[in-house]
């Protein structure tokens, strides 16, 4: 990664951070706004980084929840229901 991606990347965790403490939705794109005015460039890798960090984010709290309702029916002995079983769609996505 170059200086620029990283001191992006980093932006963009600690606004992450921030919009959960804060609970503002709105805090990327203030910051971008702000980050824009002065670079251009950054701001469009400092968006990207966002974007990226939270669809990894909910892509993880689905694969976490998946895991975690599959091995509970397999407790169970239950089969995998329908909502879990391979190739179906999921609308946690």
Do not use: C, W
Not at 34 to 39: E, H, M, Q, T
């Amino acid at each position: 990664m170059s200086v620029v991606d990283d001191l992006a990347d980093k932006l963009a965790r600690d606004t992450i951070k921030a919009m959960d403490a804060l609970g503002d939705e709105n805090l990327p794109d203030q910051v971008a706004a702000v980050l824009g005015a002065s670079s251009p460039s950054s701001e469009e890798i400092f968006r990207a980084a966002v974007r990226i960090r939270l669809a990894e984010r909910r892509a993880r709290s689905f694969l976490n929840e998946h895991v975690e309702r599959a091995l509970e029916a397999r407790r169970r002995g239950e089969d995998l229901p329908e909502a879990l079983a391979p190739g179906t769609d999921n609308k946690h996505l």
